[in-house]
């Protein structure tokens, strides 16, 4: 059974940091694009970043470039988002979800085939 297990959320004040781990099983780990959404109180789901594992690139909404770094480890069959200088509306349940990779940039959300459960990140003012 394929499985994604995000951990790594909780509480932390306006300018702090998180590092959220999403736990990979079940599939041919470099064979997949991965990807980080989140759903923030009153807005829809939006992308992001995501890390495409045929060329090794990744990819940020603009929002967060440079704040926030996606990366992984292949030894462990995990993906990393590493967030920097949080802000409270970076509060949100973050997840991440795979699917095949055949794209240089980030699928949108209704490509992913899997998806994990979700993290919630809060960030206090």
């Known amino acids: 059974e394929v499985q994604l297990v995000e951990s790594g959320g909780g509480l932390v004040q306006a300018g702090g940091s998180l590092r959220l781990s999403c736990a990979v099983s079940?599939?041919?780990?470099?064979?997949?694009?991965y990807g980080w959404f989140r759903q923030a109180p009153g807005k829809e789901r939006e992308g992001v970043s995501c890390?495409?594992?045929?060329?090794?690139?990744?990819h940020y909404r603009p929002s967060m470039e440079g704040r926030f770094t996606i990366s992984s480890d292949n030894a462990k069959n995990t993906v990393f988002l590493q967030m920097n200088s949080l802000m409270p509306e970076d509060t949100a349940v973050y997840y991440c979800?795979?699917?095949?990779?055949?794209?240089?940039?980030?699928?949108?959300?209704?490509?992913?085939?899997?998806w994990g459960q979700g993290t919630q990140v809060t960030v206090s003012s």
């Open positions: 979800a795979a699917v095949y990779n055949a794209y240089n940039g980030c699928p949108p959300a209704d490509y992913y085939d899997y």
């Open positions: 079940g599939l041919t780990f470099d064979d997949y694009v």
């Open positions: 890390i495409i594992t045929n060329n090794g690139r990744t």
